[in-house]
Each structure stands twice: as C-alpha cells, then as structure tokens.
C-alpha cells in the first residue's frame, strides 16, 4: 500500500472535518462525537470525547473497511473559546495542508494567536508520530494537545 496515499487522504479527511468544519455523523460511541469522510474505497474517521475545556479522541485511516493508521491525541484550553480555537485550528489545516500532522509548523500568528506544532522528532513520517500542537496568546499558552500515531499496516 503506498504510504503517501494514505497521508494525502489523512490530511484531506482532517481538513474537511476537523474542528467542527465538517462530516459530523451518529456517534458509534455513548457520550462521543464523530466525524467521518469517505471517498471510494477510503474512510477517515475520528472519534472524541469534549469535556470542561479538554478532549480526548482518536483518528483514523481506513481502506476497503481495514484501519491502516491510526492516532489518539489530549487537548486542554483555557483562555480561549472553543469557537475562537475551531476557527484558528481549521485556518492552521487550511494553511499547511500535507504538514499538519507531524512536521514542525513554527509560530504562526492569527490575529492575537500564534500557533506551533512541535514534533516529537526530527525524522517523523507517517509511519510513527508524535508531538505537540500549541496555540499562544501574549506569549501564554491558551491551547495544547499531544499526539501519537502510526501505520497499522
């Protein structure tokens, strides 16, 4: 299976859904919400949970109905609305659509907020990833979620 099949389709299904831009489905689980985005034979599907200013969830890359990667990832906000937080999250996917994932994004800003992603290593692919995505307001951290993923297959 081509890898950079399986990043193209991940990074457009996030795009399309995350942060609330999309694909909003019946959760398979009590007390989730779920996204889901299909195109031939693929399906990206993430699942999460939203508490008091936290979410937990997980995402992942189906083909021909086998997951082929997957990853789970922890964010907390304060400081920051979860409207103003959705709108700066999908402009980032918008803004580094084949790089979201797992490659470094130095400080960006958005009107008030800089965002950063922070790779758990330099020699990520989407075999094995890690990180941390953060969203700053005034040098204050207002926004950060961990990340870990990879091939299934």
């Given at each position: ?16 859904t ?34 008091k200013?936290?979410?937990?969830g997980?995402?992942a890359v ?41 490659q ?26 890690s ?23």
């Amino acid at each position: 299976m081509n890898k950079e099949e399986i990043a193209k389709f991940l990074f457009k299904g996030r795009r399309l859904t995350n942060a609330k831009a999309g694909g909003q489905v019946s959760p398979a689980i009590n007390g989730t919400e779920q996204t889901e985005y299909t195109e031939g034979d693929w399906l990206y599907r993430d699942i999460y949970f939203n508490g008091k200013n936290s979410f937990s969830g997980i995402d992942a890359v189906y083909y021909q109905g086998q997951p082929v990667w997957a990853s789970s990832y922890f964010g907390k906000f304060q400081g920051i609305t979860e409207e103003e937080l959705d709108k700066i999250l999908r402009q980032t996917i918008v803004d580094h659509p084949d790089t979201n994932a797992w490659q470094e994004v130095k400080r960006q800003k958005y009107n008030d907020y800089e965002y950063e992603n922070i790779p758990g290593s330099a020699s990520q692919s989407i075999d094995e990833v890690s990180g941390v995505e953060r969203v700053l307001k005034d040098g204050t951290e207002v926004y950060v979620l961990r990340y870990n993923g990879g091939m299934l297959i």
